[in-house]
């Protein structure tokens, strides 16, 4: 007989009236095939059967209730990561803050001064000077510069012996040795100094080469000169020169308080001081260093690399500098204490893990899988770790601020930092859970059930 079956003709073999087996229906060897129970259905190869899935709100409530079974304990398992991740905040935050206040307070004078130092000329030489007087003016045209001034100094000007009247008594000593310079008009705004007495010389002085002085304020009280309404007289070499001002209050060029400074043609002309050995130029806050590269070439164009400038160092190597130091002192501690909360993490969750055997074993027979078991402690040691991360940022965010409140500083924190902190002690949680779980999920549920815990 014949069966249509997808279109093609079959011929279904013949029935054995013997009741035995047709031998295609035989099994291996001619034993007879099990029967399948009736309502079954043959399963294809290679299928596993369904585990039984667990809902993730589940599972963190039976984590939380795990952590908050043992307040106690839990809680002095996550001060190991509180210290951890506390110190890592104040590390950072103190490093951060010390550097900008540092920087901050570092010498606003000293960020913005540059000089310009030019070569003295050799004995008998004749060329000339890399420096002119009238080169100032070209630097305070540079962008940036807010006052330049140029000095003038000699070796046999550094010891010069000055009296404050012309009468020598014998006897007695007479007079102060002190230096001599000449400087352009612009000096009291390059020295950050004041008049504290009379006026600095102007360009009518220099252009009369008028035998006029300003004495800086140390060398006034050394001469005994107070006042200059009265128009006192200092001399040295032979001549005789009108005192018009005393400068004070000198930032820069501390060594200028103890000198006298005459016009640029009169010190030419009586002390031999014609060339220009240094030129002092103040810049606005950030503009040092271009200006550094820019006044050699205004000042001696075509001579410029014989010339050395002295630059102020820049601001954000001298912060990332103060900062890496800070944060290479302390932050082994942060890692130390860091690995102390793991340790101690793992310790609580392994014990947790024993204590618990019974549980485990109950969980594994009623159906759970191995990755539910190891899915529950790993949740707890994580719960912990970010507990402790949450606790020890909020900490060390006010540990910072405290510190640089009482030492009237501005703290400066890093926004990922405070929301990393956090993460990175769910991380520790999480990595020292992993062996505790792993050890709960391997657990034979016979075994636990046995176990006497």
């Known amino acids: 007989m014949t069966i249509p079956l997808r279109g093609r003709s079959r011929t279904r073999p013949a029935q054995d009236t013997s009741g035995r087996p ?4 035989r099994g291996v060897r001619g034993r007879t095939p099990r029967p399948k129970a009736a309502g079954s259905r043959g399963r294809p190869r290679g299928h596993r059967h369904d585990r039984p899935w667990m809902d993730p709100r589940d599972l963190w409530s039976e984590a939380l209730a795990g952590v908050l079974a043992r307040p106690v304990r839990s809680a ?5 990561t509180v210290l951890g991740i506390g110190t890592l905040v104040i590390t950072i935050g103190i490093a951060s803050t010390a550097a900008n206040q540092i920087v901050g307070r570092f010498d606003a004078l000293t960020a913005t001064s540059v000089s310009v130092v030019a070569p003295r000329p050799a004995p008998g030489a004749n060329e000339p000077p890399p420096i002119a007087w009238s080169g100032v003016d070209a630097v305070t045209r540079l962008a940036g510069v807010t006052s330049a001034a140029a000095l003038a100094e000699g070796d046999g000007t550094s010891n010069v012996r000055i009296r404050a009247n012309d009468v020598i008594a014998p006897g007695t000593v007479n007079g102060q040795t002190l230096a001599v310079f000449s400087a352009t008009v612009g000096l009291p705004a390059a020295v950050h100094g004041t008049m504290v007495s009379g006026r600095f010389f102007d360009s009518g002085d220099i252009e009369r080469h008028g035998q006029v002085a300003v004495l800086g304020d140390q060398a006034a009280k050394l001469l005994g000169i107070d006042d200059v309404e009265q128009a006192p007289a200092v001399f040295f070499e032979g001549q005789s020169y009108t005192v018009i001002g005393v400068l004070g209050g000198i930032q820069r060029e501390q060594r200028l308080s103890t000198s ?8 030419a002309d009586r002390m031999g001081l014609k060339d220009v050995t240094r030129v002092l130029i103040n ?14 070439i205004a000042l001696a164009p075509g001579r ?13 190597r001298a912060r990332k500098g103060v900062q890496g130091d800070v944060n290479g002192l302390f932050l082994v501690l942060g890692l130390v204490s860091l690995v102390v909360g793991a340790i101690g993490i793992a310790n609580v969750t392994l014990v947790t893990v024993m204590e618990r055997v019974g549980e485990i074993g109950l969980r594994r027979a009623l159906g759970a899988s191995r990755r539910q078991v190891a899915g529950q402690f790993l949740v707890e040691s994580t719960a912990i770790g970010l507990l402790g991360g949450i606790v020890g940022a909020a900490i060390g965010v006010v540990v910072v601020v405290c510190v640089a409140g009482v030492k009237q500083w501005t703290p400066v924190l890093d926004l990922r930092l405070a929301l990393g902190a956090p ?19 391997r657990m034979e549920p016979v075994d636990a059930l046995r176990s006497p815990s």
Request: aromatic share 2%; charged share 5%.
């Open 423 to 441: 993460v990175a002690g769910a991380l520790v949680g999480l990595l020292a859970g992993l062996y505790p779980s792993l050890r709960a999920a």
């Open 260 to 267: 006298v400074i005459l016009p640029p043609t009169t010190g």
């Open 76 to 80: 002095l398992t996550t001060l190991g």
């Open 283 to 296: 810049t606005s806050l950030g503009a040092a260093q271009q200006v550094a590269r820019q006044a050699p």
């Open 304 to 316: 410029a690399d014989s010339l050395t400038v002295l630059a102020p160092p820049d601001l954000s």
């Open 22 to 25: 047709a031998p295609h229906q």
